[in-house]
């Protein structure tokens, strides 16, 4: 089955930038979408953002602006570039994809801290 490793967590400042990576075990071109959630402690899991199967970006509006998701299929990676990072925007970040017959897979998480 689909196995996706995150990393590039971290912590970061107000205003500073950290970039997940996000690999799959298999060519994610074959994957029908990929993208990214997030958890804060207390907080249920949200959607952050996502690339359909046409390969179009969705964004939460909390991060429009400030997120940027991005693929290499050469690497089989996905990215979420964050930029103008908030306190906020701290959670634990995971990598999702949802084959064609909806099955949805999940990386272990990465943490993300953003403080002063």
């Known amino acids: 089955q689909v196995q996706l490793v995150e990393s590039g967590g971290g912590l970061a400042q107000p205003g500073g930038s950290l970039r997940l990576s996000c690999l799959a075990s298999?060519?994610?071109?074959?994957?029908?979408?990929v993208g990214w959630h997030r958890q804060a402690p207390g907080k249920e899991r949200e959607l952050v953002a996502f690339?359909?199967?046409?390969?179009?970006?969705n964004y939460a509006d909390s991060v429009k602006g400030r997120f940027t998701i991005s693929r290499d299929d050469a690497k089989n990676t996905v990215y979420l570039q964050m930029n103008s990072l908030k306190p906020e925007d701290t959670a634990v970040y995971y990598c999702?994809?949802?084959?064609?017959?909806?099955?949805?897979?999940w990386g272990q998480g990465t943490q993300v801290t953003v403080s002063s």
């Open positions: 999702k994809g949802t084959d064609w017959d909806a099955s949805n897979y």
């Open positions: 298999v060519n994610i071109f074959s994957i029908y979408s």
């Open positions: 690339l359909s199967s046409t390969g179009s970006p």
